[in-house]
């Protein structure tokens, strides 16, 4: 299977903070089992706020990718950002361009691209 990588927004910056444990490492793979993947799905595909489900995907110890089974796994790092925008268009037009640009690079690698 090919995988696909999504990007949610999930909040504010300091809201996103409290979904992290600092006891749990936010690198590693974590499973996903059927309900997380509908649950996700369904909130992606209604525009929907995804923190309850991402709250507990995290909330998940990371494991040996070997030993995880199951429709779905996170992989992190799981990154946050307190973005507050551009300093120019100009920035803005070349962000675009170049998310636009790894997008089809990605998807034509076949690694896949999707992002909410």
Do not use: C
């Not at 995907?57 to 030993?67: E, F, Q, V």
């Not at 089974?69 to 992190?76: D, E, S, T």
């Amino acid at each position: 299977p090919k995988p696909i990588g999504v990007g949610a927004r999930v909040g504010a910056v300091d809201e996103f903070k409290k979904l992290i444990s600092t006891k749990i490492p936010s690198y590693g793979f974590r499973p996903i089992n059927e309900d997380q993947m509908s649950r996700l799905r369904e909130g992606m595909s209604r525009h929907r706020p995804l923190d309850e489900i991402v709250g507990e995907i995290l909330s998940a110890k990371p494991s040996p990718l070997g030993k995880l089974r199951g429709p779905g796994i996170a992989q992190g790092p799981i990154i946050h950002s307190n973005f507050h925008g551009y300093i120019s268009s100009k920035q803005k037009e070349l962000d675009s361009k170049l998310k636009r640009n790894l997008d089809k690079l990605l998807f034509r690698e076949g690694i896949g691209g999707m992002h909410y």
